[in-house]
C-alpha cells in the first residue's frame, strides 16, 4: 500500500484498494494519478485492464461532497462500459458514498429524472445524455470534472458532435481528463480544442508479448464454423471470446455453438439494455465459457480470464485487431489470439500483419468433423426453425461424421444463416446505438462468408506460398 500512498491517496480510499487486493500501483495509475490530484488536464493513453478507471477516479472521490449536485461527468461509449464504471466508482466509494447515477439508452427515461436530480457523479452514454440536456432534465451548473473514457470508440462510433454538443453544456472552468487507447486526429482535436494545457501520459500494453501466441488459419468459407467448433471443443481452454463483425454473424456463431452443446452466449448493440447486462453478469461469473461478441460491444470492457481470442471475422482496421488479441495474455498468463481466414479476409489481414510488426503463424489444418446447422435465417423460416438433421448427440452436441483434413465438403456452411434475433431485441436499444453503433454495418460481408461489396474479391486466387502473411511486418 505505500506505493499508492506515495501518490497521494488519501486513507479511506487506501482501505477500498487494499480490500480489493491490489497490491501495486498499475504504470497508467502512477503516471496520472498526482496529475489529477492536482487538477491538471490529462490525456492518457492506456489499454483496457490499465487499472485507467481508478486513474480517473482518484480525483472525483477525494474532492467531492456529496449532496451538492452533479460534480463530474463521465462519458462513455456503450452501455456495458457505462454501467463497469459506475459498479466500480460505487465500490470504491464505499467509505464516502457518492450518490452515482448511470444514464444509458434502453431503459426507461422517465426514472433518470429523479435519480438526475440527487446525483453527485453521472456515468453516461452521449446519446441518453444529450437527450436530457435537450430536455432540460439535467443541470451542470456545479460540474467540475469531465471523463472521456475510451475517447477514441466514442468517435469511431460517430460521437465527436454530440461530445461537443455535451462540453458546451458543461461549464467552461473545470477539469478535463481524456483516456483512451489510441490517440486519433479526433482525440487530438478535442485535447486541442476544449482542454487547458493537457498533460500527456501513456502506458504500455499489459499484454506480455511473450505470452501470446498469435496464429492463423486458412480456410474455404463453407469451412470456417465447422473449424471454430473443432478448435473449442479441442483446445483446453479458460474464459473465450469469438469476435465478429457483424451482428448477424454474431447470432449465427453463437446460436449454433449452443445447438451443439456449446456454452456460448452473443452479445451485440442489437440487444436490449437488461440482456446485456444480464449475458456480462454472466460471462463474469463464468457460467458461460464463450462470449460472441461485435467490437462495439466488447470494447472497454475488462474481462478477467480470457484464455483464447477468436477472430471468425478479421476486422476492417488494424487497431481492432490489437484490441481484440489484447484481451488475452494479462497478469503473466499465456493467451492465444486465433485467426480463421478465408478468401474474403485477405486483403484485411495483409493489411493488419503489414501496418504492425506482429508474428503470426500458419497452422496445419486439423481433422475438421461435419457439424449441422441448427439455426438458418432463409425466406420464410424464423430463427426457430432448424435445419435439416439438426439432431444433437451425447456429450457437447456435436453430430460427428468423417471428414478429410481441411478440405472436406460436409461440413456445415458458415454462411447458412444467422439468427434474426438481434434485430428483433434491439427495438428499445438506445438512441447512441441506433444511430451510432456501427458493428451492424461495419463489414460488408454476409454470414455466407461472402462479400456483398465487391464480387472481384470472391474471385481472388488463393496467395502464393511466397506471398503467405507469417513472414510479413517483420
Do not use: W
Amino acid at each position: 500500500m505505500e506505493n499508492f500512498r506515495k501518490l497521494g491517496i488519501d486513507e479511506k480510499l487506501l482501505r477500498v484498494i487494499e480490500k480489493k487486493g491490489f497490491e501495486e500501483p498499475t504504470e497508467i495509475q502512477e503516471k496520472s494519478i498526482p496529475l489529477v490530484l492536482n487538477g491538471k488536464d490529462v490525456v492518457a493513453e492506456s489499454a483496457t485492464g490499465s487499472g485507467k478507471t481508478l486513474a480517473f477516479s482518484v480525483g472525483i472521490l477525494q474532492s467531492i461532497v456529496s449532496g451538492n449536485g452533479i460534480q463530474a461527468l463521465i462519458l462513455s461509449p456503450t452501455r456495458e462500459l457505462a454501467d463497469q464504471i459506475s459498479r466500480e466508482l460505487i465500490s470504491f466509494s464505499r467509505y464516502n458514498k457518492l450518490k452515482v447515477c448511470l444514464i444509458t439508452g434502453g431503459v426507461a427515461i422517465n426514472p433518470q429524472f429523479t435519480n438526475l436530480k440527487k446525483a453527485d457523479v453521472v456515468i453516461a452514454t452521449p446519446g441518453r445524455i444529450l437527450d436530457h440536456i435537450q430536455r432540460g432534465t439535467v443541470d451542470f451548473r456545479r460540474t467540475n470534472v469531465l471523463i472521456l473514457d475510451e475517447a477514441d470508440r466514442m468517435f469511431d462510433m460517430g460521437f465527436i458532435d454530440d461530445i461537443k454538443s455535451i462540453i458546451h453544456a458543461l461549464p467552461k472552468k473545470r477539469q478535463t481528463m481524456l483516456f483512451s487507447a489510441t490517440m486519433s486526429n479526433e482525440v487530438m482535436f478535442i485535447a486541442k480544442k476544449y482542454m487547458n494545457s493537457p498533460i500527456r501520459v501513456n502506458a504500455e500494453s499489459r499484454v506480455d508479448p511473450n505470452k501470446l501466441k498469435q496464429v492463423y488459419y486458412d480456410v474455404s468459407s463453407k469451412l470456417k464454423f465447422p473449424l471454430l467448433v473443432t478448435l473449442l471443443e479441442k483446445e483446453k481452454t479458460g474464459l473465450v471470446m469469438v469476435f465478429c463483425n457483424t451482428r448477424v454473424n454474431v447470432d449465427f456463431v453463437a446460436d449454433n455453438l449452443k445447438a451443439l452443446g456449446i456454452d456460448a452466449i452473443a452479445i451485440h448493440g442489437g440487444f436490449t439494455q437488461h440482456k446485456r447486462t444480464k449475458t456480462m453478469d454472466k460471462f463474469h461469473s463464468k457460467s458461460a465459457e464463450v462470449l460472441v461478441c461485435t467490437d462495439v460491444a466488447a470494447r472497454g470492457l475488462d474481462i478477467k480470464g480470457v484464455s483464447h481470442v477468436y477472430n471468425y471475422d478479421i476486422p476492417n482496421e488494424s487497431k481492432q485487431y490489437l484490441h481484440r488479441i489484447g484481451r488475452t495474455a494479462r497478469a503473466g498468463e499465456e493467451g492465444i489470439a486465433v485467426s480463421i481466414l478465408s478468401r474474403r479476409d485477405y486483403d484485411n489481414f495483409t493489411s493488419i500483419i503489414e501496418g504492425f510488426k506482429v508474428k503470426v503463424r500458419e497452422l496445419e489444418l486439423p481433422k475438421i468433423e461435419r457439424v449441422e446447422i441448427a439455426y438458418k435465417s432463409s425466406p420464410g423460416r424464423s430463427r426457430g426453425d432448424r435445419g435439416r438433421g439438426s439432431s444433437r448427440s451425447s456429450g457437447r452436441g456435436r453430430s460427428r461424421g468423417s471428414s478429410s483434413r481441411g478440405s472436406s465438403s460436409r461440413g456445415a456452411s458458415s454462411g447458412r444463416g444467422a439468427s434474426s434475433r438481434g434485430s428483433s431485441s434491439g427495438r428499445s436499444a438506445s438512441r447512441e446505438s441506433d444511430r451510432r453503433s456501427k458493428d451492424s454495418n461495419s463489414s460488408n460481408t454476409d454470414s455466407r462468408g461472402k462479400s456483398s461489396s465487391s464480387s472481384n474479391r470472391n474471385s481472388r486466387s488463393r496467395p502464393k506460398p511466397n506471398q503467405r502473411y507469417n513472414n510479413r511486418g517483420r
